[in-house]
């Protein structure tokens, strides 16, 4: 990989010329490309039309500067024909240091657009006592960054959410909502009109970490959320930890189950007809004529 000054984006100067560094960083950039083609992210456009554009969810934490930095990377190697538009959404968090991502988009020579919208008092003023935020803060903030996409001519809002994301939520949904469903790497808005990627659905939180560490990235952490005890996400991360301590590879394995789902071998209705469900016997002896038909 090129780092010189003449040859790599901004985002890149300074990187770490260590062979560890650089197969982290290979690493990241191929996890990335392979979701982007295998759940179709790239749309197909007239080649007149004007390119893609996609907004680039920005909160300042490890995970969404490793998104950044990867996308703009597949931009220069030319595998990625969209605009990239950097978005930080300022909620009004008490304490939320308010010129740090600014001035990194503009040292990044990166085009930004910083929204500030005070979902922070709602959050507060609404949520009951011992209850989390979570919830209602992220339906605020989506809320916002579809409007703001939409003002700026996106066709797509991009998240950092990673593969542990992915698998945290998986288990949540299995533990407290009784359901087997986890986030999407590409979805459509209840409204129809933008699309949601997460372009790092195959990588490691962990790789993130190395990478915006390696990079010094200026890691700004959420206070709002992190403040708080007792999460469902904090207890299900820490089972999946001491999965992963006693064997390491587990998440790998079952991320890799997320993608290899058989609905023959699971109890919904809705997915595999069970009462259509027929023995060959039976096949047999519905088929006409004297030669058996299989249907």
Known sequence: MLDDSDDI?????GAPHTTEFKKLRKRIVRQTRE????????????????????????SGGKDSYTLLAVLYELRWRGLLPVDLLACNLDQGQP???ATILPAFLERMQV??????????????????EGR??????SRLRRGNLYR????????TVVLGHHRDDILETFFMNLFHGGRLATMPPKLVNEEGDLFVYRPLAHVAEADCDRFARAMD????????CGSQDGLQRQQVKQILDGWEANSPGRRQVMFRALMNTRPSHLLDPKLFDFQGLMRKSDQFEE?????????
Do not use: N
């Open 217 to 224: 990235y200026p890691i700004i952490p959420c206070d709002l």
């Open 111 to 128: 085009p930004h657009r910083i929204e500030y919208q005070d979902t922070y008092s709602i959050v507060v003023d609404k949520v009951p």
């Open 95 to 97: 304490g939320f240091p």
């Open 35 to 58: 979701a982007i083609e295998q759940y179709g992210m790239i749309e197909a456009t007239d080649p007149d039309a004007p390119r893609p554009k996609w907004l680039v969810c920005l």
């Open 148 to 155: 703001v996409a939409r003002e700026e001519g996106c066709s």
């Open 9 to 13: 984006h901004p985002l890149f100067a």
């Open 132 to 137: 989390t935020f979570c919830a209602l803060c």
């Open 287 to 295: 088929s006409s004529g004297d030669i058996p038909v299989l249907r």
